[in-house]
């Protein structure tokens, strides 16, 4: 994914040189999510926590949740691995982040420890029940929550279209705006998606997606940053679905592995 982005960068470099095709504001808002990428995670780690969630009648559930990332150990890919520990099911998902590819997203049902890996590249298939998740398939609920599969890949970061809107103050702290638009969004996902991006610590502050028609569908509020041995994690996230009235909030449990 992040030699991708560098890849991709170099390519609207060249690009806007012979033929002026992208703004100031597109190379600017590539080169962000150029940044933003290039901190991926350099050590393996385990969260627990829980999803809390407000449906759209005003019922509450909470559902305990569990991600881990894990490193590889030419540092090249990582994986985001989340299982969502409900009464009757379990509900796991995988994320691969690579160097040389894009997001790769699967569902499978042994448990999260039984994945093997060989080299960079985990061994799917056969070796335990799974199967891909691609286009449309992403833009589903997690676990019944408000938080999409592509959420938690944060996927929008992976679309071609990158642009900074401007600057501007959110919460405190000085932010740039970026717009990332889907080029083929479908008709039950985002079409883009602005996200307010902490100058200093390249952190999100908050996010509002749009669906395909152009209507607000969500804001997004990554909330109580920490630094857990030498890395920022999340201690809590927000999602609000305005047109569905509902809510879900993921808590961490964030200490020392």
Not at 2 to 29: H, K, P, W, Y
Request: hydrophobic content about 40%; proline content about 4%; charged content about 20%.
């Amino acid at each position: 994914m992040f030699a991708f982005a560098s890849i991709l960068l170099a390519a609207v470099g060249a690009m806007a040189q012979t033929t002026n095709a992208l703004s100031d504001t597109e190379i600017r808002g590539r080169q962000l999510v150029e940044q933003i990428l290039e901190q991926h995670p350099t050590e393996s780690f385990t969260n627990t926590g829980v999803l809390q969630i407000r449906d759209p009648r005003g019922q509450r559930s909470e559902i305990p949740v569990e991600c881990k990332v894990k490193v590889t150990l030419t540092n090249a890919n990582w994986m985001s691995i989340f299982e969502a520990k409900a009464t009757n099911q379990s509900v796991r998902l995988l994320v691969i982040h690579g160097a040389n590819h894009m997001n790769e997203y699967f569902c499978f049902t042994n448990s999260a420890e039984d994945i093997p890996i060989l080299g960079d590249i985990p061994m799917l298939g056969h070796l335990f029940s799974s199967h891909q998740l691609t286009g449309s398939q992403i833009m589903a609920s997690f676990a019944g929550s408000d938080f999409w599969i592509c959420d938690l890949g944060l996927e929008f970061f992976q679309w071609p279209d990158q642009k900074i809107l401007k600057g501007e103050t959110m919460r405190g702290l000085f932010c740039r705006v970026l717009e990332s638009t889907n080029p083929n969004p479908p008709t039950n996902g985002y079409s883009r998606v602005v996200t307010w991006i902490d100058n200093e610590s390249l952190a999100i502050v908050q996010a509002k997606a749009y669906d395909a028609k152009g209507n607000l569908l969500k804001d997004f509020y990554p909330k109580d940053f920490k630094k857990v041995d030498g890395q920022w994690q999340v201690g809590s996230m927000d999602i609000y679905n305005v047109q569905t009235r509902s809510r879900t909030t993921l808590k961490f449990d964030l200490k020392k592995q």
